[in-house]
């Protein structure tokens, strides 16, 4: 019996709604993100900014790969197709923001100053770690690879922010406008990083036996499908 064989019927319908609504919550907070983060980005031709929006606009690809999923009554048939569209999301931000930033740094525009991208990271820093431990908790209660997924890249905002925070205030502070583009290849390698690791979710988190009680729970999943072997293997 798996752990997820142990949580109820109400359980895992309640788990499921919550997993809706931090999906919409998400959504919400990055279609903003995305916004603000973009134009301001432009004005300061800001690469590093450009590409946090960017990954806000992944992120909003991701959630909705989620909401998609957990609107079926089945919502386990739809999680490989999930996990394959959060892991393109990944690919394609790393793509664009390297290829910008390596144009930024041959001299192809200068960052400027950027207070409004400035007060946007500082939010991001607050509000994604919240959203993200809520949602990691519930996907993996419930043994869902995609919410799990999600949440890392709601996490890997938390990261972005960081990084964008640091840059655009040496940029600021110092004038060293190669920072800017130097934080922006750090969002992208963090991007492959959790692109490969979403595209390999769906496997690690399916292929796995159900674990019994006298057989260890299987650890390939590092920590992140604990439930041995997710709700695909308590289908």
Known sequence: MTT???VTPARRTSLRRRIRLLVA?????????AVVAITAGSIASSAALIGFGLDSVVEVASAAAVAWQFSAADPERREK???????????????????????????AGEAEHSTAGLILAGLSLVIMPFLSYVQRRAGRELGSASAVADSKQTLLCTYLSGVLLVGLALNSLFGW???DPIAALVIAGVAV??????????????????????????TSCAGDCRTGGGEHGAA
Do not use: H, Q
């Open 25 to 33: 919550a998400t959504i919400t907070y990055n279609v903003i993100e």
């Open 81 to 107: 197709a999930a996990l394959r569209v959060i892991a393109i999301s990944f690919f394609a931000l790393a793509a664009y923001v390297a290829f910008d930033a390596v144009r930024a740094l041959f001299g």
């Open 193 to 218: 990083k959790e692109g490969r690791e979403a595209w390999r979710g769906d496997a690690c988190c399916a292929a796995n036996p159900p674990a019994t009680t006298m057989d260890p729970a299987p």
């Open 177 to 179: 406008s190669w920072a």
């Open 4 to 6: 997820v064989d142990l």
